[in-house]
């Protein structure tokens, strides 16, 4: 079992950038698929990024893409989202989700076993 915790959340202004950390424990973090997802209010929880256990292979929601970027770094148990150009419906809780799943990158949170607690994002004007 792997316990995940987010850091890194915050207030931005639209345009800045944050950089999401998760950090994991009690299992080497090679055996997953990592992901980020959010969730704003009254929103469902939405996959924002996935990695593949060996950092190859990524997925990017499409308002994401250009200007989100996932790493990780297996030998520290470390998984990084680097944020950039926030937007206003960037603001949400965002959540680091591992999923046992490796032949492909899971991108349901269903497929997702394991959860941290979430770090706040907010945009402001």
């Known amino acids: 079992q792997v316990r995940l915790v987010e850091s890194g959340g915050g207030l931005v202004q639209a345009g800045g950038s944050l950089r999401l950390s998760c950090v994991a424990s009690?299992?080497?973090?090679?055996?997953?698929?990592m992901a980020w997802f959010r969730q704003a209010p009254g929103m469902e929880r939405d996959i924002v990024t996935a990695i593949s256990y060996h950092g190859t292979t990524t997925f990017y929601k499409t308002n994401v893409r250009g200007r989100f970027t996932v790493s990780r770094d297996n030998a520290n148990n470390m998984v990084y989202l680097q944020m950039n150009n926030l937007q206003f419906d960037d603001a949400a809780v965002y959540y680091c989700?591992?999923?046992?799943?490796?032949?492909?990158?899971?991108?349901?949170?269903?497929?997702?076993?394991?959860w941290g607690q979430g770090t706040q994002v907010t945009v402001s004007s």
């Open positions: 989700a591992a999923s046992p799943l490796l032949t492909r990158l899971a991108r349901s949170d269903s497929e997702y076993d394991y």
């Open positions: 009690g299992d080497t973090l090679s055996s997953y698929t």
